[in-house]
């Protein structure tokens, strides 16, 4: 059974910084691509960013280029988003996605439940 588990999010404020976690277990963690999505109230649930099975490739939205950076360590199955200088229109359920393919560009098949993010102004 494949799991992830966010952990991370918290109340900030703008300008501030959070690193999210997610810990994924049930797969080969080093196979596959991984991607961070949000989704904020009232809104559908967009993409944040993703990063290649090894770490060499990664691809972010427009509007978090230069504050978000993600990261992987495949010893310890975990994907990282570290978030800086938030702003109030990053505040959303951040959700961590796998692919269960190897391919390029990645497809997300398998979701954590979600963390809260957010940012006060």
């Known amino acids: 059974q494949v799991q992830l588990v966010e952990s991370g999010g918290g109340l900030v404020q703008a300008g501030g910084s959070l690193r999210l976690s997610c810990v994924v277990s049930?797969?080969?963690?080093?196979?596959?691509?991984m991607g961070w999505f949000r989704q904020a109230p009232g809104k559908e649930r967009e993409f944040v960013a993703l990063?290649?099975?090894?770490?060499?490739?990664?691809d972010y939205r427009d509007s978090v280029k230069g504050r978000l950076t993600i990261s992987r360590d495949n010893a310890k199955s975990t994907v990282y988003l570290q978030m800086n200088s938030l702003k109030p229109e990053d505040t959303a359920i951040y959700y961590c996605?796998?692919?269960?393919?190897?391919?390029?560009?990645?497809?997300?098949?398998?979701w954590g439940q979600g963390t809260q993010v957010t940012v006060s102004s």
């Open positions: 990063i290649s099975w090894s770490g060499g490739a990664t």
């Open positions: 049930g797969l080969t963690f080093g196979s596959y691509a």
């Open positions: 996605a796998s692919d269960s393919r190897i391919r390029w560009p990645p497809g997300f098949d398998y």
